[in-house]
């Protein structure tokens, strides 16, 4: 994940995601030793862990709402260009 920063990144678990799986604590536990390395980058407001109560699934709305924030037509433009 430090690689990934200080690019938006969006975490999502269910809370009916099995015990035997990536259950939503260990998820926590996870954000937490992702968070330091966002504040290094002053970047904290590019990360995100939503917890929905589903299981093993996206929340599209919550992830529509993400990208929105951080997703603009000028940087989808200059990824495309970059290419």
Same mark, same amino acid.
């Given at each position: ?18 015990? #035997? ?15 330091? #390395?966002? %504040? %290094? ?12 109560? &589903? &299981? ?17 037509? %000028? ?5 495309? &260009?970059?290419?």
């Amino acid at each position: 994940y430090a690689l990934g920063a200080p690019r938006a990144l969006m975490c999502q678990n269910g809370m009916l995601e099995p015990e #035997t799986q990536f259950h939503v604590h260990l998820a926590q536990q996870a954000f937490t030793e992702i968070e330091p #390395t966002y %504040d %290094d980058f002053d970047a904290r407001e590019s990360l995100c862990l939503h917890i929905h109560p &589903g &299981g093993h699934e996206i929340s599209l709305n919550a992830l529509l709402q993400f990208l929105s924030q951080h997703l603009s037509d %000028d940087e989808i433009l200059s990824e495309e &260009g970059a290419r």
